[in-house]
């Protein structure tokens, strides 16, 4: 079996606590420090024009640590805290700022850049987490900037920020859980074997990669199976391609039935299901398939007016006892299960083991058509 290269997406979902994934938010940071640290210059040389030279230093120092840390973020592999400082220094600043006995009204708006930021470098939870404290202590030293808000306009401009502020927030929130139900949506739909509702091959691979990690960890033992339905082609030909989807669909309810919470099974393609029996011993993983070999034989499986009954053979690879890597496993599993069919399907086989002769064999498509 030939077994390609691919994405273990549920590994990249974790990654990407944000609708960005790790390497966007490390350019989006960067090009927040460059702009940040160049549009502070201007700032400080104001301020220290108006005479407010602690501010305009402040503001020096803080430009220079933001050029420096545009160079650190190109490799750091402390990404996440550099966010954190950035946002929480960055909002820290918006508040002194708005604290100044002198500030202009118009330094209020920077709190409306608070939720924006943080969701959108820190995900849903964390952005939340951080924006909404600081966006209220904003409306706190508004409200006291405001003085008296006895009068219609004060209050009037009470209400433009704190309206603006509350649906801003919530209107970010909304849109993030909205783009994480679709993400995590495509990540299922990318994951699963649209016909059976079972893993698919990508998925399956990934499973089996992360089974002989956690193994090699753990020092338990695993089998891999290799199942494939016997002259399903027969199906289609005799029945039409539905019923064969009918037959696939049944098949993948047998396994789930049998199989233990710890194990996995997917959907290799066609009419190949894989599956993996974490924790067995080599006896134990063949006489379990012989078991789900002959329900499956002694199944009827009824397709409008017919009686359907497949066989499946099925081959057994056992981990660590016949190779340590996924591309071993599947070839010693295929090997068996094609020694399976020459000796005349309907069969267990395993490496070490003899092929395990069914009771009664040629029991395909039993009435097939009445
Ligand atoms: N209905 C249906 N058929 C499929 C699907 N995927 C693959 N097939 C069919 O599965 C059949 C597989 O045929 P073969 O590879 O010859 O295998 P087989 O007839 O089972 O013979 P052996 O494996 O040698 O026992 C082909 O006819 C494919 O068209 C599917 O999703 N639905």
């Given at each position: 079996?030939?077994?390609?290269?691919?994405?273990?997406?549920?590994?990249?979902?974790?990654?990407?606590?944000?609708?960005?994934?790790?390497?966007?938010?490390?350019?989006?940071?960067?090009?927040?420090?460059?702009?940040?640290?160049?549009?502070?210059?201007?700032?400080?040389?104001?301020?220290?024009?108006?005479?407010?030279?602690?501010?305009?230093?402040?503001?020096?120092?803080?430009?220079?640590?933001?050029?420096?840390?545009?160079?650190?973020?190109?490799?750091?592999?402390?990404?996440?805290?550099?966010?954190?400082?950035?946002?929480?220094?960055?909002f820290?600043?918006?508040?002194?700022?708005?604290?100044?006995?002198?500030?202009?009204?118009?330094?209020?708006?920077?709190?409306?850049?608070?939720?924006?930021?943080?969701?959108?470098?820190?995900?849903?939870?964390?952005?939340?987490?951080?924006?909404?404290?600081?966006?209220?202590?904003?409306?706190?030293?508004?409200?006291?900037?405001?003085?008296?808000?006895?009068?219609a306009?004060?209050?009037?401009?009470?209400?433009?920020?704190?309206?603006?502020?509350?649906?801003?927030?919530?209107?970010?929130?909304?849109?993030?859980?909205?783009?994480?139900?679709?993400?995590?949506?495509?990540?299922?739909?990318?994951?699963?074997?649209?016909?059976?509702?079972?893993?698919?091959?990508?998925?399956?691979?990934?499973?089996?990669?992360?089974?002989?990690?956690?193994?090699?960890?753990?020092?338990?033992?695993?089998?891999?199976?290799?199942?494939?339905?016997?002259?399903?082609?027969?199906?289609?030909?005799?029945?039409?391609?539905?019923?064969?989807?009918?037959?696939l669909?049944?098949?993948?309810?047998?396994?789930?039935?049998?199989?233990?919470?710890?194990?996995?099974?997917g959907?290799?393609?066609?009419?190949?299901?894989?599956?993996?029996?974490?924790d067995?011993?080599?006896?134990?993983?063949?006489?379990?398939?012989?078991?789900?070999?002959?329900?499956?034989?002694?199944?009827?499986?009824?397709?409008?007016?017919?009686?359907?009954?497949?066989?499946?053979?099925?081959?057994?690879?056992?981990?660590?006892?016949?190779?340590?890597?996924?591309?071993?496993?599947?070839?010693?599993a295929?090997?068996?299960?094609?020694?399976?069919?020459?000796?005349?399907?309907?069969?267990?086989?395993?490496?070490?083991?003899?092929?395990?002769?069914?009771?009664?064999?040629?029991?395909?498509l039993?009435?097939?058509?009445?």
């Amino acid at each position: 079996m030939n077994c390609p290269r691919h994405t273990d997406l549920v590994a990249t979902l974790e990654h990407s606590r944000s609708g960005l994934r790790d390497s966007h938010r490390r350019s989006l940071m960067r090009v927040l420090f460059a702009v940040t640290g160049s549009a502070l210059l201007p700032f400080a040389f104001l301020q220290m024009i108006n005479g407010f030279w602690w501010v305009g230093a402040s503001e020096l120092a803080a430009s220079t640590t933001l050029f420096y840390g545009m160079v650190r973020l190109r490799t750091t592999p402390h990404l996440q805290q550099w966010i954190y400082l950035y946002l929480v220094t960055l909002f820290s600043f918006f508040l002194v700022i708005m604290l100044l006995p002198e500030a202009s009204v118009a330094a209020f708006v920077w709190v409306l850049m608070m939720p924006v930021l943080s969701y959108l470098l820190l995900g849903k939870h964390e952005g939340m987490i951080l924006s909404v404290p600081f966006m209220l202590l904003g409306g706190v030293i508004y409200f006291i900037h405001l003085g008296n808000v006895g009068s219609a306009s004060r209050m009037i401009d009470l209400l433009n920020l704190v309206l603006c502020g509350a649906l801003m927030q919530w209107f970010i929130h909304l849109y993030e859980v909205k783009r994480e139900e679709a993400e995590q949506r495509l990540v299922d739909m990318a994951q699963t074997d649209a016909l059976t509702g079972l893993a698919n091959r990508s998925s399956f691979q990934s499973t089996l990669g992360r089974t002989i990690a956690e193994c090699e960890r753990s020092g338990t033992g695993f089998a891999l199976v290799v199942m494939d339905i016997d002259h399903f082609k027969l199906v289609n030909d005799t029945l039409g391609h539905d019923a064969g989807d009918h037959v696939l669909k049944h098949i993948a309810v047998s396994l789930n039935e049998r199989l233990r919470g710890t194990d996995f099974v997917g959907r290799l393609g066609g009419e190949e299901f894989g599956l993996i029996l974490r924790d067995v011993k080599p006896a134990d993983a063949f006489e379990l398939m012989d078991e789900l070999r002959q329900r499956i034989a002694s199944r009827t499986m009824s397709y409008g007016e017919a009686d359907v009954r497949v066989t499946a053979s099925f081959g057994i690879a056992q981990w660590p006892d016949h190779g340590r890597e996924m591309e071993t496993l599947f070839s010693i599993a295929d090997r068996c299960l094609y020694s399976g069919k020459r000796s005349g399907r309907n069969r267990v086989a395993g490496a070490d083991m003899a092929n395990h002769a069914p009771a009664r064999q040629g029991d395909l498509l039993a009435g097939s058509s009445r």
